[in-house]
């Protein structure tokens, strides 16, 4: 039996969006409450993943939840049928099927004051912060990506980044940069950052990925670039999340961080003693 009262998913979503409103998400985004089932029931366990994969999906199932909070929302071009011919399609299903409502937050929660940039933007000894495009009628500190003056060395920096999101961490570095140069300036985008970190002037860039062109022109502008892959730029605020919402929903739900939710993406690196390739590990919670 669940010690928990449980709350109307209306709730939940009402404090969801207390603290990050939907409106702020981009307008390309699709956000908010995406599935609500048919027969309203209780909410007394919610799981927390960055992706609502199938492995996640049985998961979600296994522990018997009745809301999935998915970072990144599974349907956001719009579906033409629902079938069992697709992933994403065989997971909106069992959604419906089992009467799990779906919640995604996306860019509201990275745009949020204390949501996924400003948990990325820890990695740094922060001196200030800004977002680099501030919400209109927001609180203070809201808005896209974010602005950091610090005092750090490369190296020490690099280190940080890597303990912080608990991975492995792809680097490359711009001209003349080398691991003791003096790092003043921070521009950080959790996920996909070279659109929005395009033009902006500083030392280092942090963000998920970014293509090759927009490599070239961060390193062309004697910009450190380091990556870490899409979703572990944004997993672990997941964490941090977890015990808040606890609190703000008065602990009528538990709240769970997914364990199969994992980064597509594993680093490959050469092991020169045996002459083989290895796996690095990146799936460490």
């Not at 538990?254 to 990146?282: G, H, Q, R, W, Y």
Request: aromatic share 6%; hydrophobic share 40%; net charge negative.
């Amino acid at each position: 039996m669940s010690t928990y009262s449980g709350l109307k998913l209306a709730t939940v979503v009402k404090e969801l969006e207390n603290f990050a409103s939907i409106s702020w998400a981009e307008k390309w985004d699709n956000v908010g409450l995406l599935i609500e089932p048919h027969r309203e029931k209780l909410v007394k366990k919610i799981l927390l993943t960055n992706d609502l994969t199938e492995p996640v999906m049985s998961e979600a199932l296994a522990k018997n939840v009745q809301l999935i909070i998915s970072y990144h929302p599974p349907i956001f071009k719009p579906l033409t049928r629902i079938t069992q011919a697709h992933w994403k399609e065989r997971v909106v299903t069992t959604c419906l099927a089992n009467d799990i409502a779906l919640y995604s937050p996306h860019t509201a929660w990275d745009k949020a004051c204390g949501g996924v940039n400003d948990w990325l933007s820890q990695a740094v000894d922060i001196g200030s912060i800004r977002p680099l495009e501030p919400e209109l009628n927001a609180p203070p500190g809201t808005g896209s990506g974010r602005y950091i003056e610090t005092k750090m060395e490369l190296c020490q920096l690099l280190e940080s980044l890597q303990k912080h999101i608990e991975n492995s961490v792809h680097i490359a570095l711009a001209v003349n940069h080398h691991p003791k140069t003096l790092v003043q300036s921070v521009g950080i985008c959790a996920g996909s950052g070279g659109s929005l970190l395009k033009g902006i002037q500083a030392d280092l860039i942090i963000t998920g990925e970014m293509s090759h062109h927009e490599l070239l022109d961060f390193t062309h502008n004697n910009t450190t670039v380091l990556l870490c892959n899409h979703s572990n730029s944004e997993r672990g605020f997941l964490k941090v999340f977890s015990p808040k919402l606890k609190e703000s929903l008065k602990g009528a739900c538990e709240i769970l961080v997914s364990e199969a939710d994992k980064d597509p993406l594993v680093t490959v690196a050469k092991d020169l003693n045996k002459e083989e390739s290895v796996f690095v590990d990146c799936y460490k919670q």
